[in-house]
């Protein structure tokens, strides 16, 4: 990857004066083609010590899981940090890696997945008798009508829309030549406060509602 192809995206990540984390800032200009001057030794050497440090880091994590205090966590995971944005795209993205990884790992990475998580809601129940059902399921989108999912829109039954539909439309709506991104974002954001005081309303007036059939 050049610099010029640099998705806006791994700013955060790839800026140059980031301290070292799993990858030194020399790993980071040679994974992101900043530094080319490699011989094909040294290139592979390069490429062996990611490697190394990144099953290293692997195993850190269980040193992290069981012996980092619970105040540092939540400062690493602090949602008002000013570059929240970026550390989600970094954790979406460490999940996009482990599940590429472990394609053909002898544990299935769902198998991990609801394990990790079951452990975190005992931990967080201070208990081994929390039982939770975690659902990890990759099912393909099929095709979709899009006249359908449009009638749907144009009729307001947007609950009839399913998750698929949803994901499918406004990808097909990004592919769009006359989809412009910023007009759309421009508008959408006119409408914000509308859409929240509409739906402060519906709760107050299901409140209402309640407390009548309460009486």
Do not use: W
């Amino acid at each position: 990857m050049s610099q010029d192809e640099l998705p806006s995206s791994l700013e955060r990540a790839a800026d140059a004066d980031r301290p070292r984390g799993i990858l030194t800032p020399s790993d980071r200009d040679f994974l992101l083609g900043r530094k080319t001057d490699y011989t094909k030794h040294s290139r592979k050497q390069k490429r062996n010590r990611i490697r190394r440090r990144v099953r290293n880091a692997i195993l850190d994590f269980s040193i992290l899981y069981e012996c980092l205090e619970d105040r540092d966590r939540e400062t690493v995971f602090d949602p008002d940090d000013e570059d929240s944005d970026a550390y989600t795209r970094g954790i979406t993205d460490i999940l996009g890696f482990l599940h590429l990884g472990t394609m053909g790992y002898h544990t299935p990475f769902k198998e991990m997945l609801t394990e990790g998580v079951a452990k975190s809601e005992q931990r967080l129940a201070g208990s081994e008798y929390r039982m939770v059902s975690v659902e990890f399921n990759v099912e393909p989108v099929g095709q979709i009508d899009v006249d359908e999912v449009i009638a749907k829109i144009e009729a307001d039954e947007f609950e009839r829309i399913t998750d698929e539909e949803l994901r499918a439309f406004v990808r097909l709506l990004s592919m769009s030549d006359e989809f412009a991104p910023t007009e759309v974002r421009e508008s959408l954001n006119s409408r914000v406060d509308e859409l929240a005081a509409k739906m402060d309303d519906s709760e107050t007036d299901r409140e209402q509602t309640l407390q009548r059939l309460m009486r």
